[in-house]
Antibody, heavy 122, light 110 residues
């Protein structure tokens, strides 16, 4: 059974960079779109972006200028960095596995981490 | 405001059948698979339906999905109290090149 676990600071200061890691266990990190999704408290889901094990990435247009997703296949980990954060970036951040519909396009999100609450506050 | 439109709420009584809709456009639902997710309070979302109407292993057949043109629907039959949750539709958007989610429908079991 594939499992994903987020880790990282729960509190980040405004204007700083949010950093989270996701460790994948129970399966290979190859051949899927490893994704980050966030959910502000009491609100809906927002897709941030994904990385393929080869290193290719796609980011949400609304966050593209501030987001970097990277992968370390040797550790079965992938990571999220979001720069210049504001209070609007306060959310539960989920790492997840995306299936491949066609090349470049995510089909569905079939495994999710439990989520990590990140609060942006001074 | 979400690219995919879902009604904010739905309700039903135990045993009833409820449906919820998800409306999009030709660049998303019209050209890609739709998936549905159930989010119980305080938990991560769970995949309920993928490829428009396919249930992952372990999902009861009370849950069914369909798609027609640029809209999709989720139906729950034999409603149970434990079905009370938020339900999200999602698909790929060819114009945005990203996964998009609906705003979610909060299901209340009366």
């Amino acid at each position: 059974q594939v499992q994903l676990q987020e880790s990282g600071p729960g509190l980040v200061k405004p204007s700083e960079t949010l950093s989270l890691n996701c460790t994948v266990s129970g399966g290979s990190i190859s051949s899927y779109y490893w994704s980050w999704i966030r959910q502000p408290p009491g609100k809906g889901l927002e897709y941030i972006g994904y990385i393929y094990y080869s290193g290719s990435t796609k980011y949400s247009p609304s966050l593209k200028s501030r987001v970097t997703i990277s992968v370390d296949t040797s550790k079965s980990q992938f990571s999220l960095k979001l720069s210049s954060v504001t209070a609007a970036d306060t959310a539960i951040y989920y790492c997840a596995r995306g299936s491949i519909a066609v090349a470049g396009a995510v089909g569905s999100i079939d495994y999710w981490g439990q989520g990590a609450l990140v609060t942006v506050s001074s | 405001q979400s690219v995919l439109t879902q009604p904010p709420s739905a309700s039903g009584t135990p045993g009833q059948r409820v449906t919820m809709s998800c409306s999009g456009s030709s660049s998303n639902i019209g050209n890609n698979y739709v998936s549905w997710y159930q989010q119980l309070p305080g938990t991560a979302p769970k995949l309920l339906i993928h490829r428009n109407n396919q249930r992952p292993s372990g999902v009861p057949d009370r849950f069914s999905g369909s798609k027609s043109g640029t809209s999709a629907s989720l139906a729950i039959s034999g409603l149970r109290s434990e079905d009370e949750a938020d339900y999200y539709c999602a698909t790929w958007d060819d114009s945005l090149s990203v996964v998009i989610f609906g705003g979610g429908t909060k299901l209340t079991v009366l």
